[in-house]
Antibody, heavy 119, light 111 residues
Framework: EVQLVQSGAEVKKSGESLKISCKGS????????IGWVRQMPGKGLEWMGI????????RYSPSFEGQVTISADKSISTAYLQWSSLQASDTAMYYC????????????WGQGTLVTVSS | QSALTQPPSASGSPGQSVTISCTGT?????????VSWYQQHPGKAPKLMIY???KRPSGVPHRFSGSKSGNTASLTVSGLQAEDEADYYC???????????FGTGTKVTVL
């Protein structure tokens, strides 16, 4: 069974750094793209970027380029999303999901990680 | 480029049908048969309901169907049930330079 399990909720202050994780199981993690999706409180879904764990090829949505860093460690089947300096506007739920890259849809999703940033 | 346009809300009584539209451009929805739809219940992760415009993943009820005409894709829920009350988002590929976009989301209410 394919599963993506994300790290737990985080409460941070503005200016702090943060790295959240997404661990895959039930499939060959290296062979599928993983995407990150943001959902701000009461708002819709937004693509942030994707990574191919096999070679760490990473692509960012223009809105998030330079704002976050996506990485992966294929040896432990885990993808990461990190911030070097959080802002209050980063408060959101963040989902990882497995991307079927041939036709660009997410077939499995993590449970989400809630990030709360206080100013 | 911005999000694909969906109506904010749609509703129907149990047993009725509801159709949600997802309007883009010839560079995304109209240019590729790579439209997918996701259902999201409050406090839950999104769930894939339709991919490649019309295909249903295993386990998704047959009352969910997808279609596309020009730059507009649609999701139809036939025979509405109480558990179909949720937010629905479309998504479309927009080419290697433009990435992909979600729709603005539609809240479906079962009256």
């Amino acid at each position: 069974e394919v599963q993506l399990v994300q790290s737990g909720a985080e409460v941070k202050k503005s200016g702090e750094s943060l790295k959240i994780s997404c661990k895959g199981s039930g499939y060959i993690f290296s062979n599928s793209w993983i995407g990150w999706v943001r959902q701000m409180p009461g708002k819709g879904l937004e693509w942030m970027g994707i990574i191919y764990p096999g070679d760490s090829d990473t692509r960012y949505s223009p809105s998030f380029e330079g704002q976050v860093t996506i990485s992966a460690d294929k040896s432990i089947s885990t993808a990461y999303l990190q911030w070097s300096s959080l802002q209050a506007s980063d408060t959101a739920m963040y989902y990882c999901a497995r991307l079927v890259s041939s036709t660009y849809y997410f077939d499995y999703w993590g449970q989400g990680t809630l990030v709360t940033v206080s100013s | 480029q911005s999000a694909l346009t969906q109506p904010p809300s749609a509703s129907g009584s149990p047993g009725q049908s509801v159709t949600i539209s997802c309007t883009g451009t010839s560079s995304d929805v109209g240019g590729y048969n790579y439209v997918s739809w996701y259902q999201q219940h409050p406090g839950k992760a999104p769930k894939l309901m339709i991919y490649e415009v019309t295909k249903r993943p295993s386990g998704v009820p047959h009352r969910f169907s997808g279609s596309k005409s020009g730059n507009t894709a649609s999701l139809t829920v036939s025979g509405l049930q109480a558990e179909d009350e949720a937010d629905y988002y479309c998504n479309s590929y927009a080419g290697s330079n433009n990435f992909a976009f979600f729709g603005t989301g539609t809240k479906v209410t079962v009256l």
